[in-house]
Antibody
């Protein structure tokens, strides 16, 4: 079964950092580009970051400088490091498999990040 | 990277049809035939319903269809069923490996 499972979320104080993980299974992870998408409480989905199979990296303007996306093909895993966390980073973070560089065909159930003192 | 514009909510009775619009700009919706639609039940993984404006992935009922005209894309759901009640998001490729989503539309099946 093709599956993505996110982990690493939790309650973090403002200014803190967090590393989210996304474990892929059921497909050849190294052959696919990947996205991170987040959803703040009561808000819509927001694209956050993209990484290609060769680890070229792209970020939404709203998060540039504080987020680092990476992947470890040997571990079939995708990561998102977030530093200097702010209240507005509070969200459910989803990883998604990208097809044809234009749509996302497999999603995880998400991991929740809460930034609060 | 402004969000695409969707109606906040739509509703319909079982068996009826509803259409959800998604308006962007020439830099996203109007510039690429790369609009996708996602169904999202809270607490679950979003599900791809339409890719490339109008392509339906395997397993998605043919009651779901997509189209685009200029800077506006649309998702039509015909023969509404109670299980269609969910949030729906449009998404457009916006160039240089960036994407933009709509604000989401809550579909209520009355």
């Amino acid at each position: 079964e093709v599956q993505l499972v996110e982990s690493g979320g939790g309650l973090v104080q403002p200014g803190g950092s967090l590393r989210l993980s996304c474990a892929a299974s059921g497909f050849t992870f190294s052959s696919y580009s990947m996205n991170w998408v987040r959803q703040a409480p009561g808000k819509g989905l927001e694209w956050v970051s993209f990484i290609t199979t060769s680890s070229s990296i792209y970020y939404a303007d709203s998060v540039k400088g504080r987020l680092t996306i990476s992947r470890d093909n040997a571990k079939n895993s995708l990561y998102l490091q977030i530093i200097s966390l702010r209240a507005e980073d509070t969200a459910v973070y989803y990883c998604a498999r990208v097809r044809g560089s234009n749509y996302m065909d497999v999603w995880g159930k998400g991991t929740t990040v809460t930034v609060s003192s | 990277q402004s969000a695409l514009t969707q109606p906040r909510s739509v509703s319909g009775s079982p068996g009826q049809s509803v259409t959800i619009s998604c308006t962007g700009t020439s830099s996203d919706v109007g510039g690429y035939d790369y609009v996708s639609w996602y169904q999202h039940h809270p607490g679950k993984a979003p599900k791809l319903m339409i890719s490339d404006v109008s392509k339906r992935p395997s397993g998605v009922p043919d009651r779901f269809s997509g189209s685009k005209s200029g800077n506006t894309a649309s998702l039509t759901i015909s023969g509404l069923q109670t299980e269609d009640e969910a949030d729906y998001y449009c998404c457009s490729y916006a160039g240089r490996y960036t994407w933009v989503f709509g604000g989401g539309t809550k579909l209520t099946v009355l």
